[in-house]
């Protein structure tokens, strides 16, 4: 029980504290929405596509991109999955409890940098130099150790801008939750190891796992999320999304539909007014 509410390492005080900033991070944005009379889908998460299709396909993305990372690292001799810490319905709780923060966390840092911000600053000074500048501050937001975190430093800002397309060619963030959600639930509990900060090992982890190699390779303290692997796998999944999700001749122009009566594109999802940039 220690692990779920002792401060600081505590899941669901974790999970609690993530939350508020969520909570205060959309009562603002829903402030400035009435203030700016948009609604509030235009800010990148329409309720009505909320954890369909879209989050889907980022989950499990992201848990084949976190299983493709931590093989290439266990195939270099940097990882290690050591022995179960967890059984049974322990190890289910653990599970669940560790899904769900790791949604909490993706939806309030994906709003919170693509959300309101991306769509305001985008009106200024162009949509991908608005992403530039918001995918920088994320990756230095998660530099803990300057000294050996560089490289990851890169990787997030690789990985922020590969998930400003998503929101640009599918116009909703959920695709980058689901990604973000499940690349963090394998960090943290399935292959129990660092995600973007010390804290080793990991309260209420499924094994007792350990890394060992140069921060290139293993992430550092910031643990796979930010290995230069990572741009191998973004790079193959920017491949995927410009695949599926092509960029129409009209993406240099705002939408003219009148707010509304935007139409629904492939996968049920409806188009937000992205700015142009």
């Not at 889907?56 to 001799?77: F, K, Q, T, Y």
């Not at 709003?111 to 000074?125: D, N, P, V, W």
Request: charged letters at 15%; one cysteine or more.
């Amino acid at each position: 029980m220690n692990h779920f509410v002792k401060p600081g390492s505590g899941i669901l005080a974790d999970g609690l504290f993530e939350l508020m900033g969520l909570v205060s991070t959309i009562v603002a944005a829903w402030v400035m929405s009435r203030i700016e009379k948009r609604p509030m889908s235009t800010y990148g998460l329409p309720v009505r596509s909320a954890f369909k299709r879209l989050f889907w396909w980022g989950w499990l993305a992201g848990l084949i991109e976190v299983s493709v990372v931590v093989g290439i690292i266990a195939a270099l001799h940097g990882y290690s999955f050591g022995i179960l810490a967890e059984r049974g319905e322990a190890a289910l709780l653990y599970g669940l409890s560790w899904v769900i923060v790791s949604v909490v966390v993706s939806l309030f840092e994906e709003f919170t940098f693509r959300g309101y911000a991306q769509r305001t600053l985008a009106e200024g000074i162009g949509y991908w130099s608005a992403a530039e500048v918001l995918s920088g501050i994320f990756a230095l937001a998660h530099l803990h150790d300057p000294a050996e975190g560089w490289v990851g430093a890169f990787v997030l800002l690789a990985v922020g801008l590969f998930w400003c397309l998503t929101l640009r060619r599918t116009g909703s963030l959920w695709f980058a939750v689901g990604m973000h959600a499940s690349f963090k639930f394998g960090d943290t509990f399935l292959f129990s190891v660092p995600n973007i900060g010390p804290g080793f090992p990991i309260p209420g982890h499924l094994s007792n796992a350990t890394l060992d190699g140069p921060s290139w390779l293993t992430g550092g303290a910031m643990g796979p999320e930010a290995s230069a692997f990572r741009f191998l796998t973004i790079a193959i999944l920017i491949l995927v999304i410009h695949k599926l999700y092509p960029s129409k001749g009209s993406t240099n122009k705002p939408p003219t539909h009148p707010r509304g009566t935007e139409s629904v594109a492939p996968g049920g999802y409806r188009p937000t007014l992205i700015p142009s940039g």
